[in-house]
């Protein structure tokens, strides 16, 4: 349930579908078009897609182009990382939902693993208070290795937890980020619904949150134009971000890619209790910290009241979603550079954009 003060979600209408008079988007193709005036500095970028989504207009932009020269379009395919998280989430809350799982009994009821006995539950895993700390980044140096040595390969869900040595700590609340708890809820949700990750995925919240354009890698491949990535070890592109191995390897934690359209509505649609009820969206927002149930809580960050998504940060590409109750606005962000302050970005675009919502 909601922690005490936390607004209770409200169903969102249909998302609208007219688009934003070009008059009117011309400030935040501006605000866009600042992110590759200086592409080398922490908050620039290459290139950059951009899209919103309200109850009555929508609006997509891009600026600038990727590692390979290409131009990007609002169309294009790209990485969005940890944003990859709200989709393991919504389905685990809704496998809960329908009496599949209990999310207060020991992952290890669904999960036999060594990094689920320590009767952490599957909240607390949602929530990355389960005592499972992320891969050390020598864990990450190896695993990263072993997945270049051979970029074409199919990695299960639990192969990556084979370079995990970090120590396990008790479940005791504390937050701690933990790319290895999302790789253990792919695998419940795999063991319960008897099915792959991106199967699961597809059917119980991309098809009926109307996103044609998600790739949950490697279980689907993005939708062309695809971004043209830069990194050394995939070798020649395999129509995978950036490529088979590291999407497969990440599948339940980062794997998934999407153009910035397609980002813009899923927040929409899961945030406007549109795909899994208002109670279980309440359920993942709540909380007195930063984190819910894989949801990120900015709370007055972005100066237009409460709002709630995810944040993607990778070697290969920078993204985030904002979506704002309040407004019934859903924002997504792709930067085509890794490692970079969106932040800032994002602040220049929910500044473009409150003049527009009335």
């Known amino acids: 349930m909601p922690s005490p003060g936390t607004p209770s979600v409200s169903s969102f209408p249909e998302p609208g579908t007219q688009n934003l008079d070009p008059a009117r988007a011309k400030a935040l193709q501006a605000a866009l078009a600042q992110i590759i005036k200086f592409p080398e500095s922490p908050s620039g970028a290459s290139g950059a897609t951009a899209a919103v989504v309200t109850d009555h207009w929508t609006w997509s932009g891009a600026v600038g182009e990727d590692s390979r020269g290409t131009p990007l379009r609002p169309d294009t395919s790209l990485g969005i990382s940890s944003i990859t998280k709200t989709f393991v989430a919504a389905e685990v809350l809704r496998l809960a939902q329908e009496g599949k799982i209990n999310l207060d009994l020991p992952i290890s009821r669904y999960v036999r693993h060594r990094l689920t006995a320590n009767d952490a539950t599957v909240r607390q895993h949602l929530a990355m208070t389960s005592g499972i700390q992320d891969f050390q980044q020598s864990d990450y140096e190896r695993l990263n290795r072993a997945v270049a040595a051979a970029p074409g390969k199919h990695w299960t869900l639990a192969q990556p937890l084979n370079y995990y040595t970090s120590t396990i700590g008790s479940p005791d609340g504390d937050y701690s980020f933990s790319n290895a708890s999302y790789a253990l809820l792919g695998m419940l949700i795999e063991n319960v619904t008897g099915e792959p990750l991106a199967v699961a995925l597809r059917r119980d919240l991309a098809t009926p949150a109307g996103l044609r354009h998600a790739a949950f890698q490697d279980g689907e491949k993005p939708e062309p134009p695809v971004v043209g990535d830069a990194n050394d070890a995939c070798g020649a592109p395999d129509g995978y971000i950036p490529c088979r191995a590291f999407a497969s390897s990440g599948a339940a934690y980062d794997g998934a890619a999407a153009d910035a359209p397609t980002v813009a509505r899923w927040g929409y649609q899961l945030y406007g209790g549109r795909v899994i009820p208002s109670d279980l969206v309440d359920q993942m927002t709540a909380g007195d910290g930063e984190y ?8 007055r960050e972005f100066g237009l ?14 993204s985030l979603l904002v979506v704002i109750p309040d407004k019934r606005v859903s924002i997504a962000l792709i930067l085509a550079d890794g490692d970079r302050n969106i932040g800032r970005r994002m ?12």
């Open 292 to 299: 819910g149930l894989g949801t990120m809580r900015f709370t």
């Open 305 to 318: 009241g409460d709002a709630y998504g995810h944040a993607g940060i990778s070697p290969d590409d920078t």
């Open 347 to 358: 602040d220049d675009l929910t500044e473009a954009l409150q003049p527009l919502l009335g």
